[in-house]
C-alpha cells in the first residue's frame, strides 16, 4: 500500500509533482501513466524517500521508507537499469544490497535464476545489453520479496519476449497480493497489464480508476467511415455536432456519434457508404484526449489523433 | 527465460518478512566492503599507490647513497682547491645528515602516492553518483546516515590497511638501499617506528579528506582535482607565492596551516620546508580538515536529493 497526500515537488522555478493525492492497493497493478515529462518519475523518487517533498508526504505500508524495519523486504524498485556501477559483477551487485538487508546470499543466487541471468552472474555489468541490465534492475527489485514494488517503464528498450516476460512477472506479483505500481507512457502496454490506471499530466493528477472506466469516460465515441463522397458526409456530420478527422489510411473517422446516427445521417443526406464500423475506443485515445493540455513535449506523439482534421463546416 | 511458474516457485523461497531487529549498520558495513572489493578501480589506485610509494622512495634513496659515493669520490669537490681531509669530513657530515633523515627519505614517496589515495577517496562515493549506483544503494537502506557512516568506515579501514602496507613496504625497501652505504636506519631506533606508521596514518587520513571532499562535491573529476589542489598545489603555490608583509606573521606561520605541512610531519622531518607544529599536534591539525570535509559531506549527503 502506498499513500501519498498532498505530494508536491518544485525544482527551481518548476513544479514537477504538484499536489498529488493517490493510494495505490495490493493485490492488483496500478498503472502510473503521464507523457514524458508529467512526473512519474519524480514521484516514484519521492516514494523512495531519494528526494524530500516541497510539500506534503508519501507513506509505504504506513511509514517512510526510511522507519521500515527491513527496507527491501517491503519495497523493491527499479528505478532505471543504469543505476548500478557497471565495474561490478551481476552477482556482487546483488549480494552488496542482499546484505544491507541480512539477506542469505542464496537470495542472490535465487533472483538471478528467476531472471535468466544466472549464466553472466560473474560478469560486470557493463557489458550488458539493456534488456539484461533490466532484468538486472528487476531482479534487484525482488531480492527482498517485497510486498511492494514498483517499476519505473521496465519495458523500455526490451525486446517483444522481454515484454511479455516482464508482463508476466507483475501479473503473477499481483495474483500473490502485491502491490505493483509501474510506470509508462506507452498507453497500450498499460492497457495489456494495468487493473487501474492513476493518470497525471504536468504533475497534476488527471484520473484515477480502473481501466476500463478509464476508457469509457474518456473516450469519445468515434465511429469509422468509408465513402466515395468525403466532404459531404464531414459536411453533413460537422452541422450534426460530430467532428471529422482523416484516420491517416483514407477512412474518416467520425467523433462523437454512434454507428446507427452515422447511418441514418448518411441515408439522409444520399451518401453512399462502404464501410461503416465503430472505433475501437483505445486507451491511448482516451489518454491523448485527457492530457492533450498537459503534454509538456507535444512533438513526437505517435498516434493517429495527430491525423490532420479533414475540416468542419459550419 | 524464466517462466511465470518458475517465479512462483521462487519467490519468497528463502526470505522472512518481518525478522526481529531491522536493517542496520552492520549489514551495511558488510555491504560496503562488498562494493570496495568488488571493483577493479580499488585494485588499480591501491597498487599504483603502493608502486609509487615504494617505488619512488627507492630512487630517492638510491639518488641519495650515489651521491653520496661522488661525493666520496671528490668528483664535486676535487679541484677547488679542497684538500682531501678536508673531503673526508663533508662525506662524514653528509652521511649524518643522510642518517638523520632516513626514514623521510625512504618514505618520500608519500608525497606523490597522497595524490592516488584522494583518487581512491574520491572515487569512493563519487561513482555511487557517476554510475546512478546511489539510488539503489539508498533505496536498499534509505537510513543515509547509516550508508555514510558505513563507507567512511569501510574506505578509512581499507585505506588505512594500505596505507601502513606501503609506508612500511617503503620504508624497508629504502633502509635497503641506503644500508649499501650504512647510512641506513632501522625500524627501533629513536621515534623511527612511530613515523612509519605515522605514513600509514597519513595515507589513510588523505584518503579520509578527498572521501568527505567526493561526498560534498559528488563528481569525481571536480573531487579529484579539489583533493590534489588541496594536498599539492597549495604546497607548491607557498613556496612561490610573496611573504607575508613583514610585521604580520611570518611565513612559516602561514605554512604550518598548510594540509600537507600539518600533516605530514609524522612521517617526514627536514625533506620540505619548515614544520613549527610538532608531528602530533600538525597530524591533529590535519584530521581536523579532514573531519571539516567530512561533516560538510554528510550534512549535504543527509539533506540533498540522491
Same mark, same amino acid.
Given at each position: 500500500m502506498i499513500e501519498a497526500r498532498g505530494l508536491s515537488k518544485r525544482y527551481g522555478d518548476t513544479l514537477a509533482v504538484d499536489n498529488l493525492s493517490f493510494d495505490v492497493e495490493p493485490g492488483k497493478i496500478t498503472g502510473f501513466l503521464g507523457p514524458n515529462g508529467a512526473g512519474k518519475t519524480t514521484t516514484m523518487r519521492l516514494i523512495l524517500g531519494l528526494d524530500r517533498p516541497t510539500s506534503g508526504t508519501v507513506t509505504v505500508n504506513g511509514k517512510h521508507l526510511n522507519q521500515l524495519a527491513w527496507p527491501m523486504r517491503e519495497v523493491g524498485a527499479l528505478l532505471d537499469a543504469k543505476a548500478v556501477h557497471g565495474g561490478r559483477s551481476a552477482y556482487n551487485h546483488l549480494l552488496c544490497l542482499a546484505q544491507t538487508n541480512n539477506l542469505p546470499s542464496r537470495r542472490v543466487s535465487e533472483v538471478l535464476d528467476l531472471v535468466g541471468l544466472h549464466d553472466v552472474a =560473474? +560478469? =560486470?555489468? +557493463?557489458?550488458?545489453s539493456l534488456g539484461m541490465g533490466q532484468r538486472l534492475g528487476i531482479a534487484a527489485a525482488l531480492l527482498g520479496d517485497p510486498s511492494i514494488l514498483m517499476f519505473d517503464e521496465p519495458v523500455n528498450g526490451l525486446d517483444p519476449e522481454g515484454i511479455l516476460w516482464i508482463r508476466n512477472l507483475m501479473k503473477a506479483l499481483a495474483a500473490e497480493g502485491k502491490t505493483v505500481f509501474v510506470s509508462s507512457h506507452l498507453m497500450s502496454e498499460m492497457e495489456n497489464t494495468a487493473d487501474t490506471l492513476i493518470v497525471i499530466g504536468r504533475g497534476r493528477l488527471i484520473a484515477q480508476s480502473t481501466v476500463a472506466e478509464f476508457i469509457a469516460a474518456n473516450s469519445q465515441q468515434s465511429v469509422r467511415v468509408s465513402t466515395p463522397q468525403r466532404e459531404l458526409l464531414t459536411a453533413a456530420a460537422a452541422s450534426a455536432g460530430a467532428t471529422v478527422r482523416d484516420d491517416g489510411s483514407g477512412k474518416l473517422l467520425v467523433i462523437g456519434m454512434t454507428t446507427s446516427q452515422v447511418g441514418d445521417l448518411a441515408f439522409e443526406n444520399g451518401i453512399r457508404l462502404h464501410e461503416l464500423a465503430p472505433a475501437q475506443a483505445s486507451l491511448e485515445q482516451a489518454f491523448m484526449e485527457l492530457t492533450a493540455s498537459s503534454v509538456e513535449f507535444v512533438a513526437g506523439l505517435p498516434t493517429e489523433l495527430d491525423a490532420q482534421p479533414v475540416g468542419k463546416v459550419g | 527465460m524464466a517462466s511465470v511458474a518458475t517465479h512462483e516457485r521462487l519467490v519468497g523461497g528463502s526470505v522472512a518478512h518481518n525478522p526481529p531487529g531491522r536493517a542496520g549498520f552492520i549489514g551495511t558495513v558488510k555491504s560496503e566492503f562488498t562494493k570496495i572489493r568488488s571493483v577493479r578501480s580499488t585494485y588499480w589506485t591501491l597498487f599504483a599507490m603502493f608502486v609509487v610509494c615504494v617505488g619512488i622512495g627507492a630512487l630517492f634513496s638510491w639518488g641519495q647513497t650515489e651521491r653520496l659515493l661522488s661525493l666520496e669520490h671528490g668528483v664535486t669537490l676535487r679541484g677547488q682547491g679542497i684538500p682531501p681531509g678536508a673531503i673526508k669530513q663533508v662525506v662524514a657530515h653528509r652521511a649524518a645528515e643522510i642518517r638523520s633523515t632516513a626514514t623521510a627519505i625512504s618514505l618520500f614517496g608519500l608525497l606523490f602516492g597522497q595524490l592516488i589515495i584522494v583518487v581512491l577517496g574520491s572515487l569512493t562515493i563519487t561513482s555511487e553518483y557517476s554510475t546512478g549506483m546511489i539510488r539503489t544503494s539508498l533505496t536498499s537502506m534509505p537510513r543515509r546516515g547509516t550508508v555514510f557512516a558505513a563507507k567512511g568506515i569501510v574506505f578509512g579501514a581499507v585505506a588505512l590497511v594500505a596505507g601502513l602496507v606501503t609506508s612500511f613496504v617503503a620504508f624497508f625497501v629504502g633502509q635497503l638501499i641506503l644500508s649499501s652505504q650504512h647510512v641506513n636506519t632501522t625500524i627501533g631506533h629513536h621515534a623511527v617506528l612511530a613515523q612509519v606508521i605515522g605514513g600509514g596514518l597519513f595515507l589513510a587520513a588523505t584518503g579520509l579528506l578527498s572521501f568527505g571532499i567526493g561526498a560534498m562535491l559528488r563528481h569525481s573529476a571536480g573531487a579529484i582535482a579539489t583533493g590534489i589542489g588541496l594536498m599539492f598545489v597549495v604546497l607548491l603555490l607557498s613556496n612561490f607565492l610573496p611573504s607575508p608583509p613583514?610585521?604580520?606573521?611570518g611565513q612559516a606561520d602561514f605554512d604550518k596551516w598548510i594540509p600537507f605541512y600539518a600533516g605530514s610531519h609524522l612521517w617526514q622531518n627536514q625533506l620540505l620546508g619548515v614544520n613549527p607544529f610538532s608531528p602530533w599536534v600538525g597530524f591533529g591539525v590535519f584530521c581536523a580538515y579532514a573531519a571539516a570535509a567530512i561533516i560538510g559531506g554528510l550534512v549535504l549527503f543527509l539533506r540533498r536529493d540522491a
Open positions: =560473474r +560478469k =560486470r555489468s +557493463k557489458g550488458f | 613583514s610585521g604580520w606573521f
